[in-house]
């Protein structure tokens, strides 16, 4: 079965940097989009970053220039780099394959 397990997550302060994780398995990694998404206590559940299986990436707007999302085919891992963090960046951070969500993961930025 599909699994997609999110690590990395936690409490930055505002300029700061984490690096999320998202092992996935149970399926063929390396043919399939991945995606980040986020969900804020409130809000709706929006894409963050996206990379396909070629290599190609997009961006939310809010995120361009401080997120970089990368992937390992070798390890059926996928990255997300957040640099520059700032406060409305908190939220709950998912994982996404074809249907599959992982089970999030918490990011909360703050002094």
């Known amino acids: 079965q599909v699994q997609l397990v999110e690590s990395g997550g936690g409490l930055v302060q505002p300029g700061g940097s984490l690096r999320l994780s998202c092992a996935a398995s149970?399926?063929?990694?390396?043919?399939?989009?991945m995606g980040w998404y986020r969900q804020a206590p409130g809000k709706q559940r929006d894409l963050v970053a996206a990379?396909?299986?070629?290599?190609?990436?997009n961006y939310a707007d809010s995120v361009k220039g401080r997120f970089t999302i990368s992937r390992d085919n070798a390890k059926n891992t996928v990255y997300l780099q957040m640099n520059s963090l700032k406060p409305e960046d908190t939220a709950v951070y998912y994982c996404?394959?074809?249907?599959?969500w992982g089970q999030g993961t918490q990011v909360t930025v703050s002094s």
């Open positions: 149970g399926f063929i990694f390396r043919l399939y989009t």
């Open positions: 996404k394959a074809m249907g599959f």
């Open positions: 990379i396909t299986s070629g290599g190609s990436t």
